[in-house]
């Protein structure tokens, strides 16, 4: 009954019926899933925006502001299977109930939003590639970074490649929510444009420039096929090998 209500507009009777049904105890709200800047998105022109006492879901990535949630440009994943909102969202993933928890940790110094999750991909095209927009506003430069607590070894190795030690980062716990009162968030690089390759070539070049001589093709190379893969196939594999 209430995703029922959710879907026909009956919202407000809608939270109350999932309110009923076991989230009498947390801060359970109906939120509107927003994009930060509606043109840059539709435009998939990435920018950076200074957000002031927000609340974010660092399970995945979720910006809180108000009734809205950004989500689309932070870590552009599935919000539907968030388990702080479990389905319980509308099919043109515009509307979503989310029970927020308890803020966990304050952190009150001005920083730049990264985040970050184990996913390998995801690390270098999601978020470390985001980094290249700093370059437009050198001033952010000298913000920590606002990372997950739980990232992988080769994570840090990587952030430590660009210049971000651990003394030029802030580590929260995931899976929990907190408060930051100056955050400047800059948005994902969409992987269909010209934006996600200066992202790349960015990312190549600031690694690239830590090491005393450039690196030089040499050995064999190795080409891993998705011929066997369950999705995502290459149109020219055979092409390409």
Not at 142 to 160: N, V
Not at 201 to 211: E, G, M, P, S, V
Request: glycine share 8%; proline share 6%; hydrophobic share 40%.
């Amino acid at each position: 009954l209430a995703q029922a209500l959710l879907e026909s507009g009956g919202r407000d009777e809608a939270l109350e019926c999932f309110r009923r049904v076991g989230d009498v105890e947390s801060d359970t709200r109906l939120f509107q899933i927003a994009d930060i800047d509606p043109a840059e998105t539709a435009a998939r022109q990435p920018g950076i925006h200074r957000l002031r006492n927000v609340t974010i879901d660092t399970g995945y990535w979720a910006v809180i502001d108000g009734d809205r949630i950004y989500c689309r440009e932070t870590g552009n994943l599935n919000m539907a299977n968030s388990p702080l909102i479990r389905g319980r969202i509308t099919a043109d993933r515009r509307y979503a109930v989310m029970s927020v928890p308890a803020i966990a940790m304050r952190v009150d110094t001005p920083c730049v939003f990264l985040g970050g999750d184990d996913n390998y991909a995801h690390w270098f095209y999601r978020y470390l590639t985001r980094l290249a927009l700093l370059d437009d506003l050198p001033e952010l430069g000298a913000l920590p970074l606002l990372i997950g607590g739980d990232l992988k070894p080769y994570q840090r190795e990587t952030l430590a490649l660009l210049g971000y030690g651990e003394d030029r980062v802030v580590s929260v716990p995931r899976h929990t929510a907190i408060h930051c009162s100056d955050i400047h968030v800059p948005l994902c690089l969409w992987t269909d444009n010209e934006p996600i390759t200066r992202g790349i070539h960015w990312l190549r070049n600031q690694i690239l420039a830590t090491f005393d001589s450039p690196a030089t093709p040499h050995g064999r190379r190795l080409f891993i096929s998705r011929r066997d893969a369950p999705s995502r196939y290459l149109e020219n594999e055979e092409a390409v090998m």
